[in-house]
Nanobody, 126 residues
């Protein structure tokens, strides 16, 4: 069983930046594809970004392209989401997710992921 722990959320003004981190407890996640999703009140969980196990392939949702950057440090067993030029509409609970994958794939659908974190709140004030 993989338990994912997110950190780095908080309150920030529009135009500011935050960096989210996600680390699994109990085991290495080197051979896992990782993703970030978000969910605002009353809305469905939305794909934000994902990265292959090697870090060589990444993908982004249309609403965050050019502003967010996903990365991973397998030596530190951590995946990051750097969020720049934040907007009030980025306000949501952000979730980290993982799925076993040794290829160059990344995944964009909620149903494709096996493990989920508890989420971290990001609030962007206008």
């Amino acid at each position: 069983q993989v338990q994912l722990v997110e950190s780095g959320g908080g309150l920030v003004q529009a135009g500011g930046s935050l960096r989210l981190s996600c680390a699994p407890s109990g085991r290495t996640f080197r051979l896992y594809s990782m993703g970030w999703f978000r969910q605002a009140p009353g809305k469905e969980r939305e794909f934000v970004s994902a990265i292959s196990w090697s870090g060589g392939t990444t993908g982004y949702g249309d609403s965050v392209k050019g502003r967010f950057t996903i990365s991973r440090d397998n030596a530190k067993n951590t995946v990051y989401l750097q969020m720049n030029r934040l907007k009030p509409e980025d306000t949501a609970v952000y979730y980290c997710a993982a799925v076993p994958s040794s290829g160059s794939m990344y995944y964009t659908s909620v149903s494709e992921y096996t493990y989920w974190g508890q989420g971290t709140q990001v609030t962007v004030s206008s």
